[in-house]
């Protein structure tokens, strides 16, 4: 038993303060300097995290508290990103669940604590933001032991200890009634309750592989956890893939995690977390083991897919005038990339070499990877977001949501009313504070599929959702994504003020004056049903009495600019979403008039 470490990772619903309460944990641990500015979220490392405010991939760091090394493991908190938690988690022996003192325990809460209690892992519960106005401290004590009722925990892991804090003024207290000064209750008991790894130092090396990494000066890196044995610089391994197959390596360097910094060192034990160089092509789930006794650990499984989506090359008019990688090779290769390091992502190749699908566990999901292509230089087309149906005994079964809504009360009747379109089913409603409901609903996953954007509409943005997968469930029925036709492109060409203003009572625009578009690239939303073919490129006539300055008093209505998430829950069926690293565009599969006519009538006929 390492009795000098403790390896921990922290759970919890987005938002609810893990980040912040690492933070706080590494200032009063000491390893930053008296004078050293620290931003705010330092684990929140790339670019997208801090944009966004989310954690998005699970990070390592470590502290020190009374010579006792903690291994500390940030989590994601949006159920999107579960294969990163699923992970992660074969990596430690206990778990800080972390809960809002206002929320209670959310949807991803459920989902984590899940998984936590099945690999038996010890619990300790933070109850976080005690300081908040709408703080309902007891009830939400409560609400953690019904919920670990529910998931079946055993009584050791019923006999939780519970922790209240302020992440952001870096305090704990044991008692909610009496004042934090620190966050040393927090230390104590996870010194206290976590147990110290255990594993025999002399036993035969074992270790899995539970994350790579690429540096740019040591090349691929393996992260994992040593389950037992020791690991040296230099030291001849063996690595043991899925199927069982054991090829020797040669380790190059390894080191610990201190603070946020690497540390290379000469030699690591059982039970430390660490990481190792020197294995080119290593992948997420393999085992490093003793040359001479190879033995294999457990892989790593996590939950399958649920949302699939299309990918291909942009063939679009204007390929290659906003990007740099734009070949099928290269877009395949980027995709397996990423589907080596990103568990719960797989990449498919179809009969075509320009086309690839790509499935993953939801929207965000989806999108994090599209947005991190587009910043690296990729063009790229995308399909809409289509579940992943299964069938059981000839029955077909459908991805189900638990799906949470915080809104106004007097918007219920319409977020009802478009819950029961979309096949929901409500299974639960109560007060969220003064004037607030909080509505629990089973919903099939497409019919989340642009649920977000279409809620805020209704409730004017004060409301807030949250999901989480459920389970696979009986086909509910179709389900129709969206009301309204689109305006189309009649020619290629730059938009005008004078074409937008002859179009725009038509409907809602996407498009600016002096925007380029395409024929058969989406300019707007139709009021009807039905697509109209448009022409924004038009001009006015120039005669002889036409005043220069008659198209200043044309007055166009501000246009409705979607993020790439809002654009992918627009796509219908028979559209495509051209990305570049400038641009979003929408467009129809069929960019000709006539072709699209022609697969009409083909579509009617059968």
């Known amino acids: 038993m390492a009795n000098d470490i403790r390896n921990i990772a922290i759970i919890a619903h987005v938002d609810h303060g893990k980040t912040t309460l690492v933070d706080g944990m590494l200032k009063q641990s000491g390893i930053f300097r008296q004078n ?119 009584d050791e892991q019923l006999d939780f200890p519970v922790v209240y804090t302020i992440a952001r003024q870096g305090l704990a207290t044991n008692d909610p009634d009496v004042p934090g000064e620190n966050l040393q209750p927090l230390f104590e008991t996870i010194l206290e309750h976590f147990p110290a790894p255990q594993g025999e130092t002399e036993a035969p090396l074992q270790m899995l592989v539970n994350n790579t990494e690429y540096d740019s000066y040591i090349g691929r890196v393996a992260v994992g956890r040593i389950v037992q044995g020791s690991i040296s610089s230099g030291q001849q391994v063996a690595v043991i893939n899925y199927e069982g197959a054991v090829k020797n390596h040669r380790i190059g360097r390894v080191y610990t995690f201190e603070g946020l910094e690497r540390v290379e060192v000469p030699r690591a034990q059982c ?47 204007f390929a290659g005038q906003e990007g740099d990688h734009i070949t099928s090779r290269k877009v395949r290769a980027r995709l397996y990339k990423e589907a080596e390091k990103n568990v719960s992502l797989r990449v498919q190749d179809t009969d075509s070499p320009e086309i690839f699908k790509v499935a993953g566990r939801g929207e965000l999901h989806l999108s994090i990877l599209i947005e991190t292509m587009r910043r690296e230089g990729y063009e790229l087309q995308v399909s809409k977001p289509e579940v992943i149906f299964r069938r059981d005994e000839g029955q077909l079964l459908e991805p189900m949501e638990l799906l949470l809504v915080d809104i106004p009360e007097d918007k219920m009747g319409p977020v009802m009313e478009s819950l029961g379109n979309r096949k929901g089913e409500m299974i639960n409603m109560g007060p969220n504070g003064p004037g607030q409901l909080r509505l629990e609903f089973k919903v099939p996953a497409r019919g989340l599929i642009g649920f977000r954007s279409q809620l805020l ?150």
């Not at 502290?63 to 994601?76: A, G, L």
């Not at 660490?274 to 789930?285: A, F, N, R």
């Not at 897919?305 to 008019?317: G, W």
């Open 271 to 317: 039970g430390e977390i660490v990481v190792v160089s020197g294995l080119e092509d290593i992948k997420i789930g393999e085992t490093i083991a003793d040359k001479d006794n190879p033995i294999p650990l457990p892989a790593i499984t996590v939950d399958e897919p649920t949302l699939e989506m299309t990918f291909m090359v942009n063939d679009s008019p």
């Open 36 to 154: 050293q500015v620290v931003q705010e979220r330092v684990m929140d490392s790339n670019d997208l995290e801090k944009e966004r405010g989310i954690t998005i991939l699970a990070k390592n760091t470590s502290v020190r508290y009374q010579n006792i090394k903690i291994n500390i493991v940030d989590t994601p908190g949006h159920s999107d990103f579960g294969g990163e938690v699923e992970r992660v988690l074969k990596m430690v022996d206990g778990v800080l669940l972390l809960v809002d003192a206002a929320e209670g325990p959310m949807p991803q809460t459920r989902f984590v604590l899940r998984k936590a209690l099945e690999l038996n892992l010890v619990p300790v519960v933070v109850i976080n933001k005690i300081d908040r106005p709408d703080a309902r401290i007891s009830e939400v004590v409560d609400e953690v032991y019904e919920l670990f009722f529910e998931l079946g925990a055993n």
């Open 457 to 606: 509409t209704e409730t004017r943005g004060h409301a807030v959702m949250n999901h989480t997968f459920l389970g696979y469930e009986p086909f509910k029925g179709e389900i129709k994504r969206r009301y309204q036709g689109v305006l189309i492109a009649f020619e290629s060409g730059e938009a005008t003020q004078y074409g937008l203003n002859s179009v725009q009572d038509r409907g809602t625009l996407f498009v600016v004056p002096g925007t380029k578009v395409y024929e058969g690239m989406v300019v707007g939303e139709h009021v009807r049903e039905q697509d109209i073919e448009v022409n924004v490129c038009k001009k006015k006539q120039l005669t002889n009495h036409r005043a220069s300055t008659a198209e200043a008093t044309v007055k166009l209505e501000e246009p409705r600019v979607m993020s790439l998430e809002e654009s992918l829950e627009y796509l219908s069926d028979d559209e495509l979403l051209e990305v570049t690293p400038k641009s979003l565009r929408i467009r129809k599969k069929l960019l000709d008039k006539n072709e699209r006519s022609r697969a009409k009538k083909i579509a009617n006929m059968s």
